[in-house]
């Protein structure tokens, strides 16, 4: 970090001598109030940026189509008295979201002052200004307050981070139609209160490694480029300390994996994406030199292809941590962050279906190259170009990570992701080894992601609801195995954030994807160990997912692997019963006291099949069972008074013993056609399951596919890429190089 | 039916003469095998037709996809060997899909026959066609047959039936491609063992005024045409005894009321218009004279039109009595039907929208017709022109009937259905007076459908499931008041059917749309009567229900008023327990099993209000309580052990008494935005509602809106339209005419 530190030193001097000579003129009258004025606008564009843009706004129907939309929205309040009201509502309230339409109107009331040179537009974001000028100097605490980082003008810091980005921004647009008298004004009243409480009373929370410190940062860093304060920007950028130990590089390169993997997930990195691009934009015209888009080699521009990798067809981020489902990249972050990577890193035909999707571009230049190319680009093809792909997790790329295996291609794409990551910070679940199964754009086996109706006041305010915490981050919400009734760690996240798991080997892309992870962790005596396999069978157009999970304990434990599957159950093989007149909970904690016991089905046969129907294909789930083996159809619901959680099945396989295998195939087969009411393959082709050999050194496993044999074998010890392995398997002896090997109809795929 | 029956002799005389003329020189031949042998094809479409047709093939894109499609299908057939299986299967099984199958492939590749003149299509269909002369002869009553009307070559004979309307108009394409000992040997093997086993074995079936028997009749008369036999077409149109009490024009008469609508509601009427549609078209061909088409003022025009007005804005067809959800109006019955009447009766453009959702025609005058008309219009509406209207139950439209109130345009169309009709024959439900809301597309305040799983072999074999019974007819299914926890009629069917309500007075379309109807059978002692009023208001771009539901009795009495709403409970204004650790059901019977009780509530404010979400618009229901008044928040899925019912919620307002009324407003307001995280008018406006007066002359309700007052006042008696009346009302004399008055802020709407 000292490095770090050193660097900027110089480069502020270096500027500080380069503005001084620019601004000579003005520099004279500004110098009583702050130490130097730059040129403005310097944070979202540059003047010479605004004469192009403002060339271009009618060159095509995207970029006069989000022109248009935003000044409608803003002509909307011209000649209006626009209300800065006493802060008094939670998330969905009045205050709120009052608060929340103002700071866009003024950031967008100071683009539209700056593209048509209409004062009103000016006039308009300087009357808002002058009232938080006037309100912010006499806030305190919220009175909704609930986190331990409060906010001012909003219940929690978060929002009063996000006002002070946009505010920054607008301000800087305007900041040569104020008068002198009128700057101060505002820096001091709107501006400093929030800054120093940041730095001051919430110095512990503007110093974390954590997305909010980032919004914290991008706020204090703009708002100082926006009122000529080179201490706030040295403050973003190095902390408050100014001591690189934290502040918005220190971030950069503390919360992204090398591959640009963000440690609380897809869902936060859309969120964190947006301060860390809107800042470093900034930053690369107003400290150009600090080249923060190449830092950490491109960190960020790997953050934003990889989360959009991390997306559902429909553009929605997968799930899993603290997630809400109806969050895709559409929404205002990645608009903003994918223009902004355009600007920055140049033409990238890859963007192009998300901005279709989009539908708007920001006034940009970014914005204008993007909406120039959907215009001239006939064949954009549907989807982003999804593939398979894994990252790391941990600054340092080694703390674990995540697999995605993906097979098919537009809407017939099937995608399952293998979480071994670390835990997440505030966001994380407990679900090492997770797996989670997406099929042609829907959720086939999910991640209940987080409980949370943001923006609805009814809601809790639109805050984390307390079923998060006590349902949807807890081990049995998700599909992975729970031993002894408690999740991962005990739930405990701090524990949880010391460790990672990690991968022993993997293929992806190609007929046979495999990716094997270990976990030792999240269970003091036992250690979880699951081999994903996703296999492209030629007699299947679909994907064949093989899952060989193993839990070894030197004791007796009761293991629960549930499937959280989405769909109507068609069949089971196992014989159940039903709870039809009293239904009880699952248990009594970690989350399984929100789980109703709707049917419990007892062994009968070593391969125990499950079918259903989810969108018109069926998938099934064929597992080897022994007669320790219980089935529990369970359903989300219990424990929820407030109606919290959605109402969500699951099927449940628990076996018992010191070391267990759970060997499961999941099949996509068949359809339904509601038009010609006709069904195809609405049956597993599964005939039986056997492990041949399951030990330290290897794991055997034939699985019978309709008349075919299917052979895996994995290497439980040895994963070196180029180890022979002689096996008498069946009488016969098989040879193979490296840490697995699967054969089908008795050849290789 | 005298005049049918005479009618029907004179035209087929005439004909017969006409024929004999026609075809004198093919006569001598023929007249071995059968009295007369007409030209061929003369049903699906004439000689002339083809040529038509055929010169058109190429003309647009639909057309051409269209052609196309089937090609293509019917292709890979060609040169294989197709399987005409024993019959074995339920629905979804082999068996069964095989030969629907192969009806379809018999009746499109002697399309492509008499299109392309290419002799390997009728060559196909003439293999197809002597497999099942030697099979059919062979059959018994099909081994899964569980009804009293069981099939042979399917479990049930209605699929048999439709075997045989398609293998008739395949045989009537290939008709001249065959030899004289092929026609014979088909119409002896195929044909015969089944119309002999429909108009004798399952005579009573055969003579049924029943969606079913229409199929019967028109395979029948289609299969007569197709061979020559006269005495066929004339069972088909007459009856089997040729009396006119039963057959196709019974069924005309009989089953539409005057304005085409179908006792058994809109998901049947698509069922049954197919065979209606195909019978009439080939008698158009056949038998012109009996102007089919025209027959009770053109009610089969009526039907298929107002089939289409009782549809979503998705094409889903409104699913109260036995239906399912995913059936909409692209389905084959639609296709088929929609290309037939621009056939026979011209050009509608209102037609255009739903062509374009179906995204094909059939290879008819009818599909090219319609084929061009897309190609053509530039401007074609996203949606079918729906309105507000009303459609009278009963062949003589004296048997209560249906209201639809609609408000709003294209995505914007809100949409509810007050049904006050007979009892809809066995797939009617026990719903007296019941209504529906749906709004932008979606179901809000739904009725289940049936449960049923059609072409899933899992499920049942596709066939309706147990608790398509047990809980989808009952009452407490819907959104009507239930009594004592018994279902309307007992839930004994023969008693329903022989009632039905009636309606009272209404007005549709405009500001103020209202629907007064009452029910005096569903219960021995107690009056039922609801009044639904949409008003169009002012101050709200969606239109807010007020639901007046007066239950009358001598005696005491419990009453469930039930709201199946779709969404998410976002608060309530009454408290309520939640049943957290142990769940039971409802009751016992009448589909209370069916029922977990989720929460109670109690009644602590004459004002009770339940909010929820359903795709980001908020919906409220505030109702007057009383202190009897208790509210249930109920769940699906009791009793359920094959877990063939979807979990779904409703909110149940119980009171007891003798008299007493249900007043409740059903608002529809604001929205939530999951890209901004914003929420609008997310609470209800409704701030008091009172019931000023409330006997046998007349019903007042006072809502105040936010700080508005809606004044209702209704006749309990007196509906006659030019009727004056003078109240007094808060001490002040109101005068109106008319059996209702509606005031908003003191003004008319």
Tied chains: 1, 2.
Excluded at 228 to 247: C, F, I, P, R, T
Excluded at 549 to 556: E, P, V
Aim: with cysteine.
């Amino acid at each position: 970090m000292k490095d770090v530190s050193l660097l900027s030193f110089q480069s502020f001097n270096h500027i500080y001598k380069m503005r001084l000579l620019k601004n000579y003129f003005t520099l004279i009258g500004l110098f009583t109030v702050f130490s130097v004025s730059a040129q403005h606008p310097i944070a979202y564009c540059t003047k010479s940026d605004i004469g192009f843009i403002k060339s271009k706004l009618g060159d095509n129907e995207l970029i006069k189509k989000s022109f248009s939309d935003i000044k409608t929205s803003v002509d909307f309040w011209i000649g209006k008295d626009v209300d800065v009201p006493f802060p008094k509502d939670p998330a969905g309230g009045y205050t709120h979201e009052k608060h929340k339409d103002n700071y866009n109107l003024m950031f967008n009331s100071s683009m539209l002052y700056q593209l048509t040179g209409d004062a009103k537009y000016a006039e308009l974001v300087k009357k808002i200004f002058i009232k938080y000028a006037a309100l912010n100097p006499t806030l305190k605490n919220h009175p909704e307050a609930k986190s331990k980082f409060p906010g001012r003008i909003f219940h929690q810091a978060l929002n009063d981070a996000n006002w002070l980005v946009y505010a920054g921004l607008a301000y800087d647009g305007i900041h040569d139609y104020l008068t002198l008298a009128e700057r101060k004004q505002i820096a001091d009243g709107a501006f400093k209160p929030e800054v120093d409480f940041f730095s001051g009373e919430l110095k512990d929370w503007f110093a974390l490694i954590h997305n909010h410190a980032v919004w914290a940062c991008a706020g204090v860093g703009i708002a100082g480029m926006a009122t000529d304060n080179e201490q706030w920007v040295q403050m973003a950028l190095y902390g408050a300390k100014k001591d690189g130990k934290s502040g918005f590089i220190a971030n950069i390169d503390g919360l992204f994996s090398p591959e640009g993997f963000y440690t609380e997930g897809p869902y936060y990195t859309r969120y964190s994406i947006l301060p860390f691009y809107l800042f470093a934009k900034s930053l690369e015209h107003y400290k150009p030199e600090l080249k923060v888009f190449n830092r950490k080699n491109n960190v960020m521009q790997k953050s934003l292809i990889n989360a959009l990798q991390q997306t559902n067809l429909d553009g929605g981020f997968y799930c899993y941590n603290d997630a809400l489902k109806d969050k895709t990249f559409i929404t205002n972050e990645l608009v903003e962050a994918v223009d902004i990577a355009r600007e920055v890193f140049g033409e990238d035909k890859s963007l192009l279906p998300v901005v279709v999707q989009q539908n708007r571009v920001t006034l940009s230049k970014g914005g204008i190259s993007l909406s120039e190319e959907v215009a001239r680009n006939k064949n954009i093809p549907r989807y982003f170009p999804y593939k398979s792909i894994e990252f790391t997790d941990g600054a340092n790329g080694d703390e674990g990570g995540v697999s995605i295996l993906r097979s098919g291609s537009a809407e017939k794409l099937t995608s399952l992701i293998f979480k071994y990551t670390g835990h997440g910070l505030s966001h994380g679940h407990f679900d090492k080894l997770n797996i989670n199964l997406y099929d042609e754009g829907n959720e086939i086996i999910s991640d209940y992601g987080a409980a949370r109706f943001v923006g609805i006041e009814q809601k809790f305010g639109g805050r984390y609801l307390p079923e998060t915490k006590s349902y949807a981050a807890q081990s049995i919400a998700h599909n992975t195995i729970v031993a002894d009734e408690k999740s991962h760690f005990n739930a405990v996240e701090d524990e949880s954030q010391a460790h990672h798991s990690n991968k022993l080997f993997s293929t992806i892309g190609g007929n046979v994807q495999v990716v094997s992870a270990l976990d030792t962790n999240a269970y003091a005596d036992i250690k979880l160990h699951r081999t994903i396999y996703m296999l492209q069978l030629p007699t299947n157009p679909k994907p064949l997912t093989v899952d060989i999970f193993r839990a070894l304990s030197a004791t007796q434990h009761q293991y629960d692997l549930p499937f959280q599957y989405l769909g109507t159950l068609m069949s089971t093989s196992f014989p159940y019963k039903s709870f039809t007149t009293n239904q009880t909970t699952m248990g009594k904690k970690f989350g399984y006291q929100h789980l109703w016991k709707e049917a419990e089905g007892k062994y009968d046969n070593p391969l125990s099949q499950f079918t259903f129907l989810n969108n018109k294909t069926y998938y099934s789930i064929s597992s080897l069972a022994d007669d320790s083996t219980r089935f529990y159809l369970t359903r989300t619901g219990a424990n929820d008074p407030n109606f919290n959680l959605r109402r969500e099945p699951a099927y449940i396989i628990r076996k018992k013993g010191d070391n267990q295998t759970f060997l499961s195939v999941i099949e996509i087969h068949g359809g339904y056609n509601s038009v010609t009411e006709t069904s195809t393959n609405a049956y597993s082709s599964v005939k039986k399951i056997t492990l041949l050999r399951n030990d330290d050194e290897y794991s055997v496993a034939e699985i019978m596919l309709a008349d075919k044999l299917l052979l895996l074998i994995q290497c439980n010890s040895n994963y070196k890429a180029n180890e022979k392995h002689t096996l008498n398997i069946n009488g016969k002896s098989v040879q193979f190089t490296g840490p697995y090997s699967v054969l089908f109809d008795g050849k290789a795929l």
